[in-house]
């Protein structure tokens, strides 16, 4: 089978599934259970990324660090609802979350409240010894089902570049070293978030990420509704292009690598689910990149995630984060998810008047298409 072909009589299939797998859903039609808790501990960072609004808000508003939901906070918004016992994945991050003084005694009392949700750090891997420090904490107080995310935006130069430190890749890459030295099983991925600083190479990072044998995720950079970050992309046809080329590299290599014509042909799809998922994601982000659309109305923003800012805002969708619902310093949480103004923001998600191509969001949704497709 030839490349094109091979590519193309995967990715036939699979949209074969998801068509199947949407009609089966519309017949399911119900709100999804709430299963994600996603916890915003800081805006600030010892980083300056180009794309990112973070670190420069506590430049403007240096009282907003005193208005951090502390962890008496966090205790209140836990222990005041029912909903949120039943989440499954807790997601901490910032900015950068080991900036917080007592996000050691966060991470601990998470993983006693929620002892059997998997518990997340995203975090930008620039500091290897603040790394060390904080899991070398969690491990002594016995945090359970821990794992990290990080992102790597390009080879040495290009990421330096992209995160307005010299030295941020070499950390990067001691950070990695270091954890799978020390903390052998604590899994972790990086995610490339593609921008026109670094367009060009996805492909070589993906390969870079590939050879040292962990999960490699991507994004088109994300206008934050309501947050200017410090540069606004600039994009010409020629580089999106190049980015369709490299994704489509991405998407044949997975391929090969899985096997996945064989696995079709022989009738054993059922056996890499996650394998269609990442295909699949590829594919949607190359459309993406040609042109933003919402591809699927069956968004859980406002289902399955609930997200805070710092200050203890609930917002439902890491792009429309200016949306917010109500304050959990307020309002119980239960109060707020089930609120007026939760129904409105939900209506607002249904409508489809956003778009975006994220991890966070697609592959749950995702994963339910294919489910209901095979």
Not at 221 to 250: C, S, Y
Not at 321 to 342: C, M, S, Y
Request: with cysteine; charged share 30%.
């Amino acid at each position: 089978m030839k490349v094109a072909d091979e590519t193309e009589f995967v990715l036939r299939r699979l949209e074969a599934v998801v068509q199947k797998g949407l009609r089966k859903l519309e017949r399911r039609a119900g709100p999804q259970p709430l299963r994600e808790l996603h916890l915003e501990l800081t805006h600030r960072c010892n980083l300056r990324c180009a794309m990112c609004h973070h670190w420069e808000m506590p430049l403007h508003d240096p009282a907003s660090v005193k208005r951090e939901m502390g962890l008496e906070g966090i205790k209140r918004l836990l222990e005041g609802s029912e909903l949120l016992k039943e989440v499954e994945v807790v997601v901490v991050t910032g900015g950068e979350p080991w900036l917080r003084p007592d996000v050691d005694d966060i991470l601990e009392y998470l993983s006693r409240a929620l002892p059997k949700a998997r518990l997340g750090v995203l975090t930008n891997f620039a500091n290897p010894k603040l790394l060390h420090r904080h899991l070398t904490t969690a491990r002594e107080r016995g945090v359970k089902n821990l794992w990290l995310g990080s992102s790597l935006d390009g080879l040495e130069k290009t990421h330096d570049e992209i995160r307005g430190v010299t030295g941020a890749f070499r950390g990067l890459m001691e950070s990695a070293e270091m954890v799978r030295r020390e903390f052998p099983g604590l899994d972790f991925s990086f995610n490339f978030t593609i921008t026109p600083r670094n367009h060009d190479e996805l492909w070589a990072t993906y390969q870079h990420v590939k050879a040292m044998g962990l999960w490699f995720g991507a994004q088109m950079v994300v206008d934050h509704q309501g947050f200017a970050a410090p540069e606004k992309p600039e994009w010409t046809k020629a580089m999106l292009a190049r980015v369709e080329d490299q994704i489509d590299g991405v998407i044949l290599d997975l391929c090969r690598e899985g096997g996945a014509a064989r696995l079709l042909l022989e009738g054993r799809e059922k056996e890499s689910s996650w394998l269609w998922s990442r295909v699949l994601y590829w594919h949607y982000l190359k459309r993406y990149a040609h042109r933003p659309e919402r591809f699927f109305k069956d968004c859980l923003a406002g289902q399955r995630y609930a997200m805070f800012n710092p200050e203890g805002d609930l917002f439902f969708c890491p792009v429309n984060k200016h949306r917010v619902i109500g304050n959990a310093a307020q309002t119980p949480f239960d109060e707020l998810w089930k609120g007026n103004k939760a129904g409105s923001e939900r209506r607002f998600v249904e409508s489809c008047r956003c778009d975006c191509w994220l991890n966070c969001i697609a592959n749950p949704v995702l994963d339910r298409v294919l489910e209901a497709g095979r």
